[in-house]
C-alpha cells in the first residue's frame, strides 16, 4: 500500500525475481555448517545482517545494523554458552540498496559465508526475494521491518518479523472503535485496492465479532474525490464512526465532505491516512481524526528509554525507527539457540517458534507463519494540526499469548530470557 | 427523505460541473463534427490554474472574494487561449484531412496537456487550503452550502447566457450557419475560421470556470483529474444529443443526479448485489439504454452522420 509517503514502507514485490532466483539459489551446495567444532575452541557463531546502508533508506538501513550490533557486543559481553560452549558472535551486514535484486545477491553472499541466522531485510520489496533463498538454504530470516502481509505468506518455515503487518491494523483498529471509543454502529469504506479494502475488511470483521453493528460498507476508488454521494447514504444510517481503508489523497476531501454533510461520526483510518499530507487536505475538518501506525513510538517501548540511552551512548547518534526491532531479532535468535543448544539452524529453527521473549519493543512470540503476535498499534489523533500519538495498543502479556496458542509449549522455554540487566 | 433531498443536491451541484464541462465537448462536435478529447484536461488546467492564483492572491492578502474573482479571470483567459492555440496547432492545419487524424491529435494534446501539467505541478495532489468555510443551510433536512448554491446558479447563468448567445448575436449566428453547412457558410461571408476559433475560446473559457468549482468544491486537484471529470462530461453531452447546447446541459444534469441516486440507492434496488462501487456502471448503463431507444441522444439532432 501507501504508494507514497514514507519510504520504510516501500514493498515492490518482484514476484518474477523470486522465480528467477529461485533457479539460482538451487544450484547453490550448502556444505555442512561446521558448528560443532572440537571442545577447547570457542564457537564462532556468524549473524547475518542485510539492510539498505547506501541510498535515500541509509540512514534507517545502518540504524538496523547498529541495532543488530549492539546486541551482539552485548551478547560477547554477557558471555553465552550454547551447549556446552561459550560463544563468540560475529556480525556480518550487507547493503542491499533497498534494491529487490541486490537483495537477492546479498542474500546468497550471506548463505555463503554461513551465517546462522539473518536480520533483514528492511523493505518488503527486498525481504521477499531474500526469504526464497534463506529458505532454500534452512537459515531463519527475520525482518525487522518489512509490513507486507506476503512477506510470511510464502509458507517458508525460516520466514519471520518483529513488526505488525499492515493486515493486523483493521483488527486492532476495530478493538480500539469498540472498546475504547464503546463505537456501536459502524460505516466502512474502502479504496477498492489490495491495501485499502483489505485493511476494510478486516476492520471490519473483527468489529461484526465484538459486536458492533456494520450499517454501511461503501466503496469508491483511489482516483475519485466526490464521496458526498455515499457520505449522504451514511448519514441516513446515523454511524457513530466512520472508518476508511485508504490513503490521504482520498481520505482528506472525505473529512472534508463529512463536515460539509455535518456527519457527526468519528473518522478512523490505518497508515495509509495517518500522514502530513491527510491534515493539509482536510484542513481543519481532520482535527479528531484518528489513525494507526504499525509498532510503537520509539519512548513508549517497554526497554525504550534504556534502549535509546545505551544506543546513544554507543553509537553517538539517536536511534532513527528500526534498531530497537534489529536488536530485539538477534536476542530472540540466540535465546532459541540457548534453548537448542545449538547454532545449526536444523537444531534451533524449531526453538525459534516457541518464542517467548520480553524485548525491547515488547513481548515478542511468532504465529504459524512467523509474523509477530499480537503486535502493538499505535492509534494517533490529529490534535491542533499535528498527529499526536492518543493510545498504544499494548501487545497481551507473553503468558495470555501463549495460552491462546495451540502449539504446545515447550517446558522451560517459556521462560522469557532476561535481557535487560 | 431528508437524505434523498440530500443525494438530489449532490447529484444537481454534481451535474451543473458535468454539464459546463459538457459544453465545450457539444459546441465543438457540433460545428467540427470532432470530439475535442483535450477539453477534460483544459478543465483540469482551469483547475490547477485557479488554484495556484488562489493560493498566490489569499497570501498576497487579498480579500477572499477579490481573489477568487481575479482566479476565476486568470483561469478563464488562460484557458481560452490554450484553446484557442489548440485549435490553432492541432486541429486547424488538419481540417481537410481524414475525421481519424484530428481525433488522433486531439488524444495527443490531451496527454501533452497532462504531462506538461505534472511538469509544472507535479504529480503530488495539489490541495488548496480551507480559505472560505462556506455557511450552509438547512432545506428540507439536508445541508446546502452557499458554494453550492453559488455552483448551481452561475452554472445556470452560463448555460442561459450560452443559450442567448447562440440564437441572438451576430456571432451566435454565423456559429448556427458554421454548424449547418460550413462551406455555405464560408460562400455567404462568414469567417468559418474565426467561427470556430471562437467556439474553441468559449468552450474553453467555460470549461476554466468548471475547473475554479471543482478546486472549490472538492479543495484537491492533480494533473489527471481531467481525463475522468472529461469522461463523464462527454457521457453527458451524448446523453443529452451531442452537438445540442441544451442536450449537454439536461445530459450533465441527468448524469449527475443518476450518479448520485445510484450510489444512494443502487444496494438496495439490487437487494445488495451491487454496492456503491457500481454507481459508474449505472451511469454508463443509462446512457446505454438511452443510445439504444434514441441513438441521437435525448435532444440529438435527427442528422444521420451525428452522434
Known amino acids: 500500500m501507501t504508494l507514497h509517503s514514507k519510504p520504510i514502507m516501500i514493498r515492490t514485490i518482484m514476484s518474477s525475481l523470486v522465480l528467477s532466483v529461485g533457479l539460482l539459489g538451487c544450484g547453490k551446495e550448502q556444505p555442512p555448517a561446521k558448528v560443532e567444532a572440537p571442545a577447547p575452541q570457542p564457537l564462532i557463531i556468524k549473524i547475518g545482517s542485510a539492510s539498505p546502508l547506501t541510498g535515500p533508506q541509509a540512514h534507517i538501513g545502518i540504524d538496523i545494523r547498529n541495532g ?36 537477492t545477491t546479498v542474500a546468497q553472499k550471506l548463505v555463503d559465508a554461513k551465517v546462522a541466522a539473518v536480520v533483514g531485510h528492511f523493505n518488503s520489496g527486498a525481504s521477499i526475494p531474500a526469504s526464497k533463498i534463506y529458505a532454500d538454504a534452512g537459515i531463519p530470516q527475520i525482518s525487522p521491518g518489512s509490513t507486507n502481509p506476503d512477506y510470511t505468506l510464502k509458507g517458508y518455515p525460516t520466514t519471520f518479523r518483529v513488526v505488525a503487518h499492515d493486515g493486523q491494523q483493521g483488527p486492532t483498529l476495530a478493538r480500539f472503535a469498540i472498546n475504547t471509543l464503546k463505537s456501536r454502529s459502524i460505516a466502512v469504506i474502502d479504496d477498492s485496492t489490495a491495501y485499502g479494502q483489505g485493511l476494510a475488511d478486516n476492520f471490519e470483521a473483527t468489529a461484526k465479532e465484538l459486536g458492533a453493528k456494520i450499517v454501511a460498507h461503501e466503496h469508491t476508488t483511489d482516483k475519485d474525490t466526490d464521496f458526498k454521494a455515499i457520505l449522504t447514504k451514511i448519514k441516513g444510517k446515523k454511524p457513530d464512526l466512520i472508518f476508511f481503508g485508504g490513503i490521504d489523497p482520498q481520505a482528506g476531501p472525505m473529512i472534508k465532505q463529512m463536515q460539509d454533510l455535518r456527519i ?10 495517518q500522514t502530513p499530507n491527510f491534515i493539509k487536505l482536510g484542513g481543519a475538518a481532520s482535527e479528531g481524526a484518528m489513525a494507526s501506525i504499525p509498532g510503537l513510538p520509539k519512548d513508549k517501548m517497554p526497554g525504550g528509554n534504556e534502549f535509546l540511552a545505551k544506543f546513544k551512548t554507543r553509537f553517538n547518534q539517536d536511534v532513527e525507527l528500526f534498531a530497537p526491532m534489529g536488536y530485539d531479532a538477534v536476542q530472540v535468535l540466540v535465546a532459541a539457540m540457548k534453548r537448542a543448544g545449538s547454532a545449526d539452524p536444523a537444531k534451533y529453527l524449531p526453538e525459534l517458534k516457541n518464542t517467548q521473549h520480553q524485548g525491547v519493543i515488547g513481548p515478542i512470540a511468532f504465529d504459524e507463519k512467523g509474523d509477530l503476535k499480537n503486535a ?11 498527529w499526536e500519538p492518543l493510545e498504544v495498543i499494548q501487545p497481551e502479556p507473553v503468558a495470555a499469548a501463549a495460552e491462546s496458542s495451540p502449539a504446545p509449549a515447550a517446558p522451560g522455554a517459556t521462560a522469557p530470557t532476561a535481557v535487560k540487566k | ?12 451541484v454534481l451535474g451543473s460541473i458535468y454539464a459546463l464541462v459538457a459544453l465545450g465537448y457539444t459546441m465543438v462536435y457540433g460545428i467540427l463534427g470532432l470530439i475535442n478529447f483535450a477539453h477534460g484536461d483544459v ?20 480579500p477572499v472574494p477579490v481573489s477568487l474573482l481575479l482566479a476565476g479571470g486568470g483561469a478563464v483567459i488562460v484557458c481560452a487561449s490554450l484553446g484557442f492555440s489548440i485549435e490553432r496547432i492541432a486541429y486547424r492545419p488538419l481540417r481537410n484531412a481524414p475525421r481519424l487524424a484530428p481525433l488522433i491529435t486531439a488524444i495527443g494534446v490531451s496527454i ?6 505534472a511538469l509544472i505541478w507535479g504529480k503530488q495532489y495539489i490541495a488548496l487550503p480551507a480559505i472560505i468555510t462556506p455557511p450552509s443551510i438547512e432545506f428540507a433536512g439536508a445541508q446546502i452550502n452557499h458554494l453550492q448554491i453559488a455552483i448551481v446558479i452561475l452554472a445556470a447563468c452560463i448555460m442561459g447566457g450560452l443559450i442567448w448567445f447562440i440564437h441572438h448575436s451576430r456571432m451566435g449566428r454565423a456559429m448556427r450557419a458554421t454548424e449547418q453547412n460550413p462551406a455555405v457558410a464560408s460562400l455567404m461571408g462568414v469567417d468559418t475560421h474565426a467561427v470556430i476559433a471562437m467556439t474553441f475560446l468559449l468552450g474553453s473559457a ?11 468544491y472538492y479543495g484537491i486537484g492533480h494533473y489527471f483529474m481531467g481525463f475522468m471529470l472529461g469522461l463523464k462530461a462527454f457521457t453527458a453531452a451524448v446523453l443529452g444529443g451531442i452537438g445540442n447546447v441544451g442536450g449537454a446541459v439536461i445530459g450533465g444534469l441527468l448524469l449527475g443526479i443518476i450518479e448520485s441516486l445510484a450510489a444512494g440507492y443502487i444496494e438496495q434496488l439490487s437487494g445488495g448485489l451491487f454496492g456503491s462501487n457500481y454507481r459508474d456502471i ?6 446505454i439504454l438511452v443510445l439504444l431507444l434514441r441513438p441521437q441522444g435525448l435532444l440529438g439532432q435527427r442528422s444521420g452522420d451525428r452522434a
Do not use: C, W
Not at chain 1, 560463544?87 to 535484486?101: H, I, K, R, S, Y
Not at chain 2, 501533452?112 to 501539467?117: D, K, T
Not at chain 2, 467555460?206 to 472549490?216: E, F, N, P, Q, S
Open chain 1, 68 to 103: 543488530v550490533q549492539l546486541a551482539i557486543e552485548d551478547l560477547n559481553a554477557a558471555g553465552i554458552m550454547i551447549g556446552d560452549q561459550k560463544a563468540t558472535f560475529e556480525l556480518v551486514a550487507e547493503d542491499d540498496e533497498a534494491n529487490p535484486t541486490k537483495a
Open chain 1, 264 to 273: 457527526k461520526a468519528r473518522f478512523m483510518g490505518g497508515d495509509g491516512v
Open chain 2, 112 to 117: 501533452l496537456i497532462q504531462y506538461s501539467a
Open chain 2, 206 to 216: 467555460i470549461g476554466a470556470i468548471a475547473g475554479l468549482m471543482v478546486i472549490l
Open chain 2, 1 to 12: 427523505m431528508d437524505i434523498f433531498v440530500q443525494q438530489l443536491i449532490n447529484g444537481l
Open chain 1, 376 to 386: 502493538p498499534i499505535t492509534i494517533y489523533v490529529v490534535k491542533a494540526g499535528q
Open chain 2, 282 to 287: 449505472f451511469a454508463f448503463l443509462v446512457l
Open chain 2, 43 to 62: 478543465t483540469m488546467i482551469g483547475a490547477l490554474v485557479s488554484a495556484t492564483l488562489i493560493q498566490l492572491l489569499h497570501a498576497a492578502g487579498l
